[in-house]
């Protein structure tokens, strides 16, 4: 039995450990895909700010 219980700690620490590395892999990934994301509505913003701007010069000389 104890080279059995051995086997089977063996077998939980390794499977502790893979869970481990997939949970910091998921981690990883995660916020890669935040900062992509964030990258994106500062992009968006941008463009966002720069239409409203041109929306406002355009009503600017319609006015005039």
Same mark, same amino acid.
């Given at each position: 039995?104890?080279g059995? *219980?051995?086997?089977?700690? =063996?077998?939980? #620490?390794? /499977?502790?450990?893979?869970?481990?590395?997939?949970?910091?892999? @998921? !981690?990883?990934?995660? *916020?890669?895909?935040?900062? =992509?994301?964030? #990258?994106? /509505?500062?992009?968006?913003?941008?463009?966002?700010?720069?239409? @409203? !701007?041109r929306?406002d010069?355009?009503?600017?000389?319609?006015?005039?």
């Open positions: 039995t104890s059995r *219980e051995r086997r089977r700690d =063996d077998w939980r #620490a390794a /499977r502790d450990q893979r869970l481990s590395g997939r949970e910091a892999e @998921v !981690r990883r990934r995660v *916020e890669e895909l935040s900062a =992509d994301a964030e #990258a994106e /509505r500062a992009v968006l913003e941008a463009r966002l700010q720069e239409l @409203v !701007r929306a010069a355009a009503a600017t000389l319609r006015d005039s």
